[in-house]
């Protein structure tokens, strides 16, 4: 028994030294590290001193988030990366040229009251999730969705953090008090979120459905605190992300923030192995890229520390992590710099096996290399 359990620990050490060993130097760990990052600016302009240049030259994150409004400062139209198709073709353009790998450009585009491509700044209005599932039609769907295909496209931004999965329930301040969903009827929101990613597709843009497991029926927003949907949540809420994840059409998957005991009575969405690698990844059959809510939102950083909080969305099946930079949380120019600093100190200490970054890296190139041009 002695003897087992002595070749028992040197076996545990042999594997603890090995592990260590495949960690590769500062340099490419910090890439892998940053790859991870999906991360907002201030500013409708750049130049070589610029944050944006910064974090996509020298951290070389593996994606740049665009907002119109900047919601950490004057909120007025405008006032963030975006003021006309004119400047934000250039923005795309310039943002490209910082980086020698391939970078994803998003923005939330739905149509309705979220659509950071406005007609303010020159781009055709796009209607909400609700009209085009009451209105049910192929055709009518299809003419917005290459139009918002083309609006992106044209503009340089390849990944749209859309379309919204999520079942309609009028009483959810988030989703369905803003008309964000298709309707209540799974076949209605396959539909025409179907349509949506096939136009997307053909134009050469990324699509990421939201929010997985299911927010429709949360009675919180949790942009603001804690939410928990465990009473009003239903199984069938999966069934979009199931149907559409089978027909090969999802390139990301985004993460709720939300408490769901039906699933993990311990975490959110967004920091629950159970809930990502359980049931998106097995349960539903899911080997994509899967993005965080964003990480500074009061639904994680009200309980959490933002380093905890990385650790437990990286391990739990996140690939890349949004820092949006743009909620009433706050700006930080350098937050970016400081979140790699975290994982690469947490993947050199054992918190976080260097397998999930090389894991997230290929996962992160699959998308961008079918899709893309």
């Not at 060993?21 to 490419?28: G, L």
């Not at 974090?55 to 006032?79: E, M």
């Not at 739905?110 to 055709?139: C, F, H």
């Amino acid at each position: 028994m002695k003897r087992n359990l002595l070749l028992t620990a040197a076996a545990f050490l042999i594997f603890g030294i090995s592990m260590r060993a495949q960690i590769p130097s500062d340099a490419e760990l910090r890439r892998y590290a940053a790859q991870m990052l999906m991360v907002g600016f201030k500013g409708n302009t750049v130049d070589d001193q610029s944050d944006a240049a910064r974090y996509i030259r020298d951290l070389k994150v593996g994606s740049i988030v665009l907002f119109d409004i900047d919601l950490t400062g004057t909120a007025k139209i405008g006032s963030r990366n975006i003021t006309s198709r004119e400047q934000l073709t250039k923005l795309t353009a310039d943002l490209q040229a910082f980086a020698d790998y391939p970078l994803l450009i998003a923005a939330d585009q739905e149509g309705g009251l979220v659509q950071r491509l406005k007609p303010a700044y020159g781009y055709e209005k796009l209607p909400n999730a609700e009209y085009l599932g009451n209105v049910d039609n192929r055709d009518t769907t299809r003419f917005y969705a290459r139009l918002m295909a083309t609006q992106l496209a044209t503009s340089g931004v390849n990944l749209n953090l859309a379309p919204v999965l999520d079942v309609l329930n009028p009483e959810c301040p988030p989703i369905g008090k803003i008309k964000r969903s298709f309707g209540t009827d799974a076949d209605v929101i396959v539909r025409h979120a179907g349509i949506q990613i096939d136009e997307m597709h053909r134009q050469h843009v990324l699509n990421a459905v939201k929010h997985f497991p299911g927010h429709g029926n949360a009675l919180g927003d949790s942009h603001w605190g804690f939410v928990d949907v465990t009473a009003t949540w239903q199984p069938s809420e999966l069934e979009p992300f199931r149907r559409l994840i089978k027909k090969g059409k999802v390139d990301v998957v985004m993460t709720a923030h939300i408490i769901n005991a039906n699933i993990d009575p311990d975490y959110p969405a967004t920091l629950s192995r159970k809930t990502i690698d359980g049931v998106l990844r097995k349960q539903l059959g899911y080997d994509g890229v899967v993005v965080s809510d964003d990480m500074y939102m009061e639904g994680i950083i009200k309980k959490y520390d933002i380093e905890n909080a990385l650790v437990l969305a990286i391990n739990a099946g996140c690939d890349l992590l949004c820092v949006g930079n743009n909620i009433n949380t706050g700006f930080e120019a350098e937050r970016p710099f400081r979140l790699v600093d975290l994982i690469v100190k947490n993947v050199k200490n054992g918190r976080i096996p260097w397998g999930r970054l090389v894991q997230s890296h290929k996962r992160i190139e699959k998308p961008y290399k079918k899709h893309t041009k």
